[in-house]
């Protein structure tokens, strides 16, 4: 499954963005899709993550803010991310799993990956 990640961008503290993740001649229905994000020096971190029915659980850093969801039809996962604070500033990566539920906030347990798109916000 090739992934493409795209909608990073600079904004200001308190702004939103959304980010879309799409693959190319391959359907998203069989996977759990997840989004990470990797700041620099750091560890990739678990944002959030989407089940095929709908589903979804977030990390506790980004709930009430963001929103995952995928269109199946369009072999496309979205992540809709509302006031946004410096900390959020990262390369922002979605993933496909077939990984249990319970283990889908582990990075390692992601067979595919995008290649990322990154997020700045200022003070």
């Known amino acids: 499954v090739q992934l493409q990640a795209c909608g990073g961008g600079l904004v200001q503290a308190g702004g939103s963005l959304r980010l879309s993740c799409a693959t190319s001649?391959?359907?998203?229905?069989?996977?759990?899709m997840g989004w990470f994000r990797q700041a620099p020096g750091k560890e990739r971190e678990f944002v959030a993550v989407v089940a095929s029915g709908g589903g979804a659980y977030y990390a506790d850093s980004v709930k009430g803010r963001f929103t995952i969801s995928r269109d199946n039809s369009k072999n496309a996962v979205y992540l809709q991310m509302n006031s946004l604070k410096p900390e959020d500033t990262a390369t922002y990566f979605c993933?496909?799993?077939?990984?249990?539920?319970?283990?889908?906030?582990?990075?390692?347990?992601?067979?595919?990956w995008g290649q990322g798109t990154l997020v700045t916000v200022s003070s």
């Open positions: 001649g391959r359907t998203i229905r069989p996977y759990k």
């Open positions: 993933g496909a799993t077939t990984v249990v539920w319970s283990a889908a906030d582990r990075a390692e347990h992601y067979n595919y």
